[in-house]
Structures are given as structure tokens and as C-alpha cells.
């Protein structure tokens, strides 16, 4: 695997709470993703970031928050202006770009998000 | 835009049938394709891969051949097992090492 660790793997949230999800890797890569999937839908990317202190939006950023102060850290706020927020959040890794092209993301085992 | 379309499930078979499960993409340039498979309550795992035209990647008895011609990338396996029930993904990664997956196809195999 990727050395990927998310938590926690259940999470509940109140409504117009925020909540961070973690994810923590130990491999080194410079590049991190996060997912979400929802029923019958695949993955859908949330955030991804290439180096540390840089990361763009994905398909479906808005309601979520990450950051990207440490290499081997890339946590997922997700906060109350994202309006239907239960769901199985995947975070990935994978070699950069400029290093390594075409290199397969690996991924944690993912947290389940559920609203009270 | 990039995208990848994999046939709806589920997918239900005996012990040692032949597995096929289909997938095709759309996109500009050359893509890499790979297969995940999911386990229930745990995340994706990469099962195989496939970085150019005619190229066929193979992994635990499954295998996909990349075809340009038909832009599709079919899953196959010659003889199923119970504990390969799972969700299996089909997904294309296009520039900037951005992953667009299908929708998953459930695989349920009895004994």
C-alpha cells in the first residue's frame, strides 16, 4: 500500500459543525489526494496537492477545506456550508509528476462521515 | 473531458466461472488506465495498470489489455474465487496525475 493512515475510520458530525479528517502517510510522496464516494457514484476528487504549502481544488471543492503544511500530512475540513456531507472520504498519494510519470495513487482505508 | 464508463452491476457468478467485466473511456491523448478493486469497509487497491496502446497488465490471475481502437479496457479473469467478491474500478488517469474513475461494478461469486 501506500503507507496511507486515515482517522478516524467512523466520524459523526453535528449540523453546522466542522470537522477535520485525517490522513498521514510515511512514504515520502510528494503529491496527496482526497476523495469522496457515494452510492453507485465512483470517486469524486475533493482537493489534491502536489508539494507542500500548495493544493488546488478538485471537482467538488466547495463545503471543504484542506491543508498542506508537512509532507506527511494532508488533512480534509469538511465545514457546515457543505450541505449533504455523509459520505466515505478516500485520501490517496502518489509519486509527483516531475519524478515519476503516470505513478498509480494509493489509498487509506478511508472515513465514514455521518450526520447526527 | 475525460471520462470512464464501466457496465452496471452486479455482477453474479459461481466458483471458477470466467469473469469479464467492461470498460471503456473516453479521452484526449494517451491515458493510463487502471483497474482498483474495494473490499467492503476498506479502501481501493490497485489490482493492475496499463501506460500504453497494446499493453496488458496482469495481476493475481486478473488481466486488462489496453486497446486504443476500441478505447476500452476490459477486466478478465479465467476462474473466479469466492474472495474475489468485491467493487471493481475502472479508471483513467489523464494530465496532472488526476485519477477519473467509473462508477464501480459490484462482483458477487457463490460457492
Known amino acids: 500500500d501506500g503507507g496511507i493512515t486515515q482517522s478516524p475510520k467512523y466520524l459523526f458530525r453535528k449540523e453546522g459543525q466542522n470537522v477535520t479528517l485525517s490522513c498521514e502517510q510515511n512514504?515520502?510522496?510528494?503529491?496527496m489526494y482526497w476523495y469522496r464516494q457515494d452510492p453507485g457514484q465512483g470517486l469524486r476528487l475533493i482537493y489534491y496537492?502536489?508539494?507542500?504549502?500548495?493544493?488546488q481544488k478538485g471537482d467538488i471543492a466547495e463545503g471543504y477545506s484542506v491543508s498542506r503544511e508537512k509532507k506527511e500530512s494532508f488533512p480534509l475540513t469538511v465545514t457546515s456550508a457543505q450541505k449533504n456531507p455523509t459520505a466515505f472520504y478516500l485520501c490517496a498519494n502518489s509519486l509527483n509528476i516531475g519524478r515519476a510519470f503516470n505513478q498509480p495513487q494509493h489509498f487509506g482505508d478511508g472515513t465514514r462521515l455521518s450526520i447526527l | 473531458g475525460n471520462s470512464v464508463t464501466q457496465m452496471e452491476g452486479p455482477v453474479t457468478l459461481s466458483e471458477e466461472a470466467f469473469l469479464t467485466i467492461n470498460c471503456t473511456y473516453t479521452a484526449t491523448g494517451y491515458p493510463s488506465l487502471f483497474w482498483y478493486v474495494q473490499y467492503p469497509g476498506e479502501g481501493l487497491q490497485l489490482l493492475l495498470k496499463?501506460?500504453?496502446?497494446?499493453d496488458k497488465g496482469s495481476n493475481k490471475g486478473f488481466e486488462a489489455t489496453y486497446r486504443k481502437e476500441t478505447t476500452s479496457f476490459h477486466l478478465e479473469k479465467g476462474s473466479v474465487q469466492v474472495s474475489d467478491s468485491a467493487v471493481y474500478f475502472c479508471a483513467l488517469m489523464g494530465g496532472f496525475q488526476k485519477l477519473v474513475f467509473g462508477t464501480g461494478t459490484r462482483l458477487l461469486v457463490s460457492p
Open positions: 496499463a501506460t500504453k496502446a497494446d
Open positions: 512514504l515520502n510522496h510528494d503529491a
Open positions: 496537492s502536489q508539494i507542500v504549502n500548495d493544493f
